[in-house]
T-cell receptor, first 114, second 114 residues
């Protein structure tokens, strides 16, 4: 089955530590995205990538970093510079062109930093 | 800028009741419009979409019509079930430029009681 895998589902870290969230897709999609979701709020875009070795900042990129070395993989690092890292993180990929496109989401990783 | 405003929740209905969740948007250009659903602890699933004015998206008994004159994309279902309990997100995406990122509303929590 094609889809997006995020691991782990739950992640716990101490303040001051960097942590990397995994996102893998086997849908052969070029574009991938990272969103952050906080309770009672919509999703906010952190970073996106449209092709391998290229990525762009979204609305809330400060304190985060990404890489895109392979088409299938788009890991997100939450650095110690992110002031409020506890959140639910969602990875997505996109299919389609023009105005006929859809984003597909992974199951998410819930990060708790104490 | 682009934005999506959703009806505030939570919404609680009895099984077989009629559902409306309001969504209005502000966008430069001609957006595509989406409804996503999120079940507890999971990622988002695309429920339906519409890509141009007067288009109607439909899926699993849910419908929404793209109304350009009122900049709205209200979600409706004639008879809800307990299994429809979830958070519903309205989103818009613009095809100008190549990012095609989505802008989300804050979500509406729906609870259906037996």
């Amino acid at each position: 089955d094609g889809g997006i895998t995020q691991s782990p589902k739950y992640l716990f870290r101490k303040e001051g530590q960097n942590v990397t969230l995994s996102c893998e897709q086997n849908l052969n999609h070029d574009a991938m995205y990272w969103y952050r979701q906080d309770p009672g709020q919509g999703l906010r875009l952190i970073y996106y990538s449209q092709i391998v070795n290229d990525f762009q900042k979204g609305d809330i990129a400060e304190g985060y970093s990404v890489s895109r070395e392979k088409k299938e993989s788009f890991p997100l690092t939450v650095t110690s510079a992110q002031k409020n890292p506890t959140a639910f993180y969602l990875c997505a990929s996109r299919t389609g062109t023009g105005n006929q496109y859809e984003q597909y989401f992974g199951p998410g990783t819930r990060l708790t930093v104490t | 800028g682009n934005s999506v405003t959703q009806m505030e929740g939570p919404v609680t209905l009895s099984e077989e009741a009629f559902l409306t969740i309001n969504c209005t948007y502000t966008a430069t250009g001609y957006p595509s419009l989406f409804w996503y659903v999120q079940y507890p602890g999971e990622g988002l699933q695309l429920l339906l979409k519409a890509t141009k004015a007067d288009d109607k998206g439909s899926n699993k008994g849910f419908e929404a019509t793209y109304r350009k004159e009122t900049t709205s994309f209200h979600l409706e279902k004639g008879s809800v079930q307990v299994s429809d309990s979830a958070v519903y997100f309205c989103a818009l995406g613009l095809s100008s430029g190549s990012a095609r990122q989505l802008t989300f509303g804050s979500g509406t929590q729906l609870t259906v009681l037996p």
